[in-house]
């Protein structure tokens, strides 16, 4: 439960309800007070939304701390989220969506899910704008649609989503639902990296290694290479390795080739694994 807790409280942080002294536009002392309630019953949609994640999470506040928890019940999330939902509130849309998503408090209904991303995306909410471009492009409650996704992972890349902006620039790569673009994908692959992706690092330093949509750059290439390696990517350690034992973009060092292709083959990369049994 602990880790469930967790995801949900970075999603939280993510939607900008949740700050790092507490609630955002709501008292700490009115998180789950019978004031809450209150509100809730008599119709007010944040209220309602607010007291669904009370219900989720757990916890409520007294004073500056949260303590003693409520119990956990996420059918009663659900049920405060549905009434703010159909009030047209975009965050108990989205979590509401989540829970038919994974089956919480609900049963798994893929179709309602997407139902509720679109209505939390049609209202700006980048979490939802994203999620709803990668199930349109694994097909997940929705007819496989490349463009359709694109225009969605844009809309949640604009606003600054880190795993939008990783997914529109592998689309502009395979040129799925978009014209085949190099420079546009190192453009979203940039800022997604900038913001600690590593598939996007590694996949930006393989373009810089390239020179696809760039200008060859060994150096950079190495700059990417290393913080996806740093991240424990296999294959970015085993091509790092490489770099260091031919100079490409770094002094040859041995000892650092090692150690890369040693970490690489310590997670069972098989081009690692060739190079030292030859």
Known sequence: MRGDQNMWMRLLLLAGILTSSGWAGVSKSEVYSAELVKKAEAGD???????????YTATYADGDHFLNPVAEDKIEAVK??????EQGNGVAQFFLASCYYKGDGVAVDYKEAVRWFTKSA?????????????Y???GSGVTQDFREAVKWLT???EQGDADAQHNLGLSYIKGNGVTQDYKEAVKWLTKAAEQGVEGAQSRLGALYYQGEGVTKDFAEAVKWFTKSAEQGNAKTQFLLSLCYAKG????????ESVKWLTKSLERRSEPAKNVLEH
Do not use: H, R
Request: hydrophobic share 35%.
């Open 45 to 55: 949609a944040k209220a309602q939304c607010d007291l669904g994640l009370c219900y």
């Open 80 to 85: 405060w989220w549905t009434k703010s939902s």
């Open 122 to 134: 049609e209202q700006g909410n980048a979490q939802a704008q994203c999620l709803l471009g990668l």
């Open 136 to 138: 349109y492009i694994n």
């Open 155 to 157: 809309k949640a890349a």
């Open 248 to 255: 490409e973009g770094v002094t040859i060092n041995k000892e």
